[in-house]
């Protein structure tokens, strides 16, 4: 009796020596971005067996803001922790036709609130409307400036957590004079690098990799969302609706009514009919200036070296929507101590619901946890 109740003593003295140490080590500089890491992973896995978050936090405080960008009223949800103090902020740039409202983004700007951030989730309206556009830029700038401005924010802890085009424009956003120095980190999921040679990939189903192309097949929405962005260059209203129908709608077009198209249409229509790689750069060479000019405007490569926030990317080796391509010569652009690059094998683009090997899982997993981690321990004060 005595040795059972003397290896229950010892059992309990060692559990309570390791909640000892549990607790000093997650109130450390490093521990507190771990205990966080852990409460947060599960809440954007699906399926994950154990959410603990809400039981350890409060239901953070959720009010819509307008935001002045130009001659537009943008709305934005602001998500706050329900407390006195300064917090880190983070502004979310969602992809192509996902909006504030989506349950998706909801709990995922919930559960960054009640680990500590202030979460501002805009409504972009290029964005919105299925494509990539300079408006979002704009909005974008204006979301840091506006957290600037807030007493509850902690001013040199200002970031982006941007999702496939979302993330690219959050590049693009920081690398303006403006904001650059307000920027202090960016949360990258799938970006591209350069929007022409992203477009090339999606209209010929072909990557360059290295010296040599492979096949690549984008996602229905990738090629939409393109064909679209592409269109909205054209300035007459007609014209574009003609190329709507036509490449989203698949309605027939003419010969004759291709013909009578002005220049910029037909260059359009010419560029998105192209599946020939050796066809891509006497393409580019007829664009007009102007349309030259927007496509290096909204790609980070342009000013890349104008950037001054750290990164960190998620990539998915198997992304259908992004090639994986692009993410790696955005890491090979910063210095190595500007950016963090993490590749996975399949993320389903920015929806992890992918069905994996139990072992797959495993490694996935670790690698979130370890991309979440490096940008909660950017984030903290």
């Not at 405080?61 to 949800?77: P, R, S």
């Not at 709507?244 to 229509?269: D, M, N, W």
């Not at 000013?303 to 998915?316: E, W």
Request: with cysteine; glycine share 4%.
């Amino acid at each position: 009796m005595k040795f059972w109740k003397k290896a229950v003593l010892i059992n309990l003295a060692v559990i309570l020596v390791l909640l000892g140490s549990l607790t000093v080590f997650f109130a450390t500089p490093f521990g507190r971005p771990a205990l966080k890491t852990l409460l947060l992973v599960p809440e954007v896995v699906p399926d994950f067996p154990v959410r603990p978050l809400k039981y350890f936090s409060r239901e953070p405080k959720v009010e819509e803001v307008t935001l002045k960008v130009g001659d537009m009223d943008i709305k934005a949800d602001l998500y706050t922790p329900q407390d006195n103090k300064k917090h880190p902020a983070v502004i979310f740039t969602l992809g192509v036709v996902v909006t504030k409202q989506d349950s998706t983004v909801v709990k995922f700007a919930q559960s960054l609130s009640r680990l500590g951030f202030v979460v501002l989730v805009p409504n972009l309206p290029d964005f919105v409307s299925g494509f990539v556009w300079t408006d979002s830029v704009e909005t974008l700038i204006s979301a840091v400036e506006f957290l600037d401005k807030q007493s509850f924010v902690n001013r040199q802890r200002i970031g982006f957590a941007g999702f496939c085009v979302g993330a690219s424009t959050s590049i693009v956003a920081a690398e303006k004079e403006q904001i650059a120095d307000k920027v202090d980190f960016i949360a990258g999921i799938s970006p591209y690098f350069d929007i022409w040679s992203s477009a090339s990939a999606v209209i010929t189903g072909q990557v360059k990799e290295n010296s040599s192309f492979v096949s690549w097949r984008p996602a229905d929405l990738t090629v939409e969302s393109l064909q679209r962005g592409f269109i909205n260059y054209v300035k007459d209203e007609n014209e574009r609706s003609l190329l709507l129908g036509h490449f989203t709608q698949k309605s027939p077009l003419s010969s004759g009514s291709v013909e009578h198209l002005s220049t910029e249409a037909r260059i359009i229509y010419d560029f998105l009919s192209n599946t020939d790689l050796e066809q891509i750069d006497e393409l580019w060479q007829r664009f007009p200036q102007s349309a030259k000019d927007l496509i290096l405007e909204l790609s980070p490569s342009t000013h890349i070296n104008n950037l001054k926030a750290r990164v960190f990317v998620l990539d998915d080796k198997k992304d259908t929507f992004i090639p994986r391509v692009e993410g790696e010569k955005l890491f090979r652009s910063l210095p190595k101590e500007q950016i963090k690059f993490t590749e996975i094998d399949s993320f389903e683009h920015v929806n992890p619901k992918t069905k994996l090997e139990r072992w797959s899982v495993v490694k996935q997993i670790f690698h979130l946890m370890s991309f979440v981690y490096n940008i909660l321990v950017e984030a903290q004060p």
